[in-house]
């Protein structure tokens, strides 16, 4: 069993694909350090800092309770559940986590290292999808008055995203958001 911090599922949710037809990015990445999810156009990877993750690809059907502060995962052969716990790790509700076959894009290589490798240069803002900045917007509402940094580095290159505050990485497990360039309109 492993037990993440539901702020991170909620905001990990708000990234995943719905109803894409690659299955494996309608759920919830967990590696051995962090918890990620894109729907192709934009991600987010935040550190879970728990000793002994499962990894593996999730998606929780249905909603995450108000008050749950902490979501256990119970992946076995016979049953996959999630166990919704409150701020004392009393039990609130039971639901069901699907586990995805498949192999999930691996942000912290392919994406952020080749990405983090061009300067970063604020001259040139690329074009964003409104909604996929609301995303970051969405994923942090536990926090009062969110606060971005955003990184640009050139026209055709993704946005990165970072929340500013010592509280607010804490919180969300230093979060980096990876928002993709859509084409100028003429």
């Known amino acids: 069993n492993m037990k993440i911090k ?3 599922i909620r905001a990990a949710r708000e990234f995943q694909a719905k109803n894409d037809c690659r299955h494996y990015l309608c759920g919830i990445n967990i590696t051995g350090k962090t ?19 499962k990894k593996g690809i999730y998606n929780i059907v249905g909603r995450i309770p108000a008050k749950c502060y902490e ?5 076995k052969k016979d049953i996959s559940i999630v166990k919704f716990l409150c701020g004392l790790g009393g039990l609130l509700s039971v639901g069901i986590v699907e586990v995805i076959d498949g192999r999930f894009p691996n942000l912290q290589i392919k994406v952020l290292k080749e ?9 040139i803002i690329p074009c964003m999808n409104a909604d996929y ?10 926090l009062q008055f969110p606060t971005l940094d955003f990184e640009f580095r050139g026209e055709q290159k993704a946005v990165i ?3 500013n505050g010592e509280f ?19």
């Open 6 to 8: 539901a702020n991170l």
């Open 35 to 53: 918890v990620e999810a894109t729907n192709g156009h934009v991600a987010i990877t935040m550190n879970h800092n728990i000793k002994r993750a």
């Open 71 to 75: 979501v256990e995962f119970v992946i």
């Open 115 to 123: 990405l983090l490798a061009s300067p970063i240069d604020n001259t």
């Open 133 to 142: 900045v609301a995303l970051a917007s969405k994923a942090f509402k536990g």
């Open 161 to 163: 995203v970072k929340l």
């Open 168 to 186: 607010q990485n804490i919180e969300y497990g230093s979060p980096t958001v990876i928002i993709m360039p859509v084409r100028r309109s003429t």
